[in-house]
């Protein structure tokens, strides 16, 4: 699978990977939903860590298609919310 961190790049993720990301992504809904700053950043940070912990650096003139995107580390809430708006971020 591959996925895409906005404004950072593109990852492979190994098979598996998604479940586990699902989960804290579940967490950032719940920030996005409370409008919890605190708590959305710090639910961003970890998602977008273990996503590049788990994941290999394509390199930059690799063309894949991504199935997922990701928001960078500077997305905001409403940014995020508008994203989620289709059910989240990742699949489940």
Partial sequence: MIIRI??????R????????????DTDLESAVERHDEDAFHTALRK???RARD???V???????????????????IEEVRDLLADGGLIPG
């Avoid at 993720?13 to 804290?24: D, K, R, S, T, Y």
């Avoid at 394509?58 to 905001?76: H, K, R, V, Y």
Wanted: proline content about 12%; aromatic content about 2%.
């Fill in 6 to 11: 906005m404004g950072e790049g593109q990852f």
């Fill in 13 to 24: 993720l190994p098979e598996g990977a998604v479940e586990e990301l699902n989960h804290l």
């Fill in 47 to 49: 998602l977008l860590d």
């Fill in 54 to 56: 788990l994941g290999e």
């Fill in 58 to 76: 394509l390199p930059p003139d690799a063309i894949e298609p991504s199935d997922l995107i990701l928001p960078g580390e500077g997305a905001t």
